[in-house]
């Protein structure tokens, strides 16, 4: 059974760094195609990529936020970190980790997801 | 930067109708084409991958196509439980871009 989990505050201050943690099992980061990601969703908004670290350690982050993000593995521990640095009140979101899987059809989907974990960024 | 345009943002239906939305890249994707299913308060679950394929567990009424840059999903007949937000994403290019999301509101 493949499950995650996201932890980290639930409020952050403005100009802040927050460090969210997914925990996550059923699975290993090793193992090759596989990936983690971060999603976030803005109370009412559509979903937003932000962040993904492969098997092989390779990292993708989003173009327009990536001076402000960092994500590693710890494959020891079955955990991937995102810090996002200089918080402001318009990152308040749910924050989401999820699986990546490369299917044999091509392409990557996330197919396991946390249940999220609401960041409120204000003073 | 690659935009992915879900139409339409809104949509209500029936119980047992049949309903189709649509996802339009700006460049071509090939078929790296998910969709989501998103009920309120939860996680979004993967219903289709690659554009057509069917993820394990997802009932066979879910189907998706594509035309070129176009891609369609299709729920041959609205279940209740079908009422949720659908999202589309690229994983084509680094991005991974959403879509804005169709709600699927009973009428």
């Known amino acids: 059974q493949i499950t995650l989990k996201e932890s980290g505050p639930t409020l952050v201050k403005p100009t802040h760094a927050l460090t969210l943690t997914c925990t996550f099992s059923?699975?290993?980061?090793?193992?090759?195609?596989?990936?983690v990601g971060w999603i976030r969703q803005p109370p009412g908004k559509a979903l937003e990529w932000l962040a993904l670290?492969?098997?092989?350690?390779?990292?993708r982050y989003r173009l327009s936020l990536k001076s402000r993000l960092t994500i590693t593995k710890d494959t020891s521990k079955n955990q991937v970190v995102l810090i996002m640095t200089n918080m402001d009140p318009v990152d308040t979101a749910t924050y989401y980790c999820?699986?990546?899987?490369?299917?044999?059809?091509?392409?990557?989907?996330?197919?396991?997801w946390g249940q999220g974990t609401l960041v409120t960024v204000s003073s | 930067d690659m935009q992915m345009t879900q139409s339409p943002s809104s949509l209500s239906a029936f119980v047992g109708d049949r309903v189709t939305i649509t996802c339009r890249a700006s460049?071509?994707?090939?078929?790296?084409l998910n969709w989501y299913q998103q009920k309120p308060g939860k996680a979004p679950k993967l219903l289709i991958y690659?554009?057509?394929s069917l993820q394990s567990g997802v009932p066979s009424r879910f189907s998706g196509d594509e035309s070129g840059t176009d891609f369609t999903l299709t729920i041959s007949s609205l279940q209740p439980e079908d009422f949720a937000t659908y999202y589309c994403?690229?994983?084509?290019?680094?991005?991974?871009?959403f879509g804005q999301g169709t709600k699927l509101e009973i009428k």
């Open positions: 999820a699986r990546l899987f490369t299917s044999r059809r091509g392409g990557e989907n996330f197919d396991y």
């Open positions: 059923g699975f290993s980061l090793t193992t090759t195609g596989v990936g």
């Open positions: 670290i492969y098997w092989n350690d390779d990292k």
């Open positions: 460049q071509s994707i090939i078929s790296h």
């Open positions: 690659a554009a057509s």
């Open positions: 994403q690229q994983t084509y290019t680094t991005g991974y871009t």
